[in-house]
């Protein structure tokens, strides 16, 4: 993806290598944002193992010569729709929050999943953070609240 650079003086670039350890301080913060700091059990070696393998990718915030944000996501699909992208996890680090950052990687994300042909993406996003809700109201986003997250934990 070629650098996008905007007012705020940010850039936004597809990942590399070089980037699995900011990519992981940001999931960090973010874990400690979400109240769940000792749920996080990857490393950038995981990180970078995985990625090497596609199984995600990632979109990184570059401001001050460092990660200061990160979209990152996967292919998925729908029974209903078919192709569809899922938005695993939008991170700004708290210094560079209300620059535009979060708003220009959600754009992005959505713009390489158009390149992927998906019809539909998704996401989460925690009931109690109602700044992430505004936001993503304000966007046109809809919200399935009918319908509870379910999942397990495998023991490999």
């Not at 999931?27 to 950038?44: C, G, M, Q, W």
């Not at 915030?61 to 992208?85: E, F, N, T």
């Amino acid at each position: 993806m070629p650098e996008s650079t905007n007012p705020s003086n940010f850039s936004i670039f597809k990942a590399c290598e070089d980037d699995m350890h900011g990519i992981f301080e940001c999931v960090k913060e973010l874990a400690v944002f979400e109240k769940e700091p000792d749920s996080v059990i990857t490393n950038p070696e995981i990180y970078l193992n995985d990625w090497l393998k596609a199984w995600f990718d990632v979109l990184v915030a570059k401001a001050d010569q460092k990660i200061v944000g990160i979209a990152l996501y996967h292919p998925a699909y729908s029974s209903w729709r078919g192709r569809m992208m899922y938005l695993d996890d939008l991170i700004v680090t708290e210094d560079y929050r209300g620059m535009g950052i979060g708003k220009a990687l959600l754009e992005a994300f959505l713009e390489e999943s158009k390149k992927a042909n998906a019809i539909l993406c998704k996401w989460q996003v925690l009931d109690w953070n109602q700044e992430a809700i505004d936001f993503y109201d304000k966007l046109g986003a809809e919200f399935d609240k009918g319908w509870w997250n379910v999942k397990l934990l495998l023991d490999n």
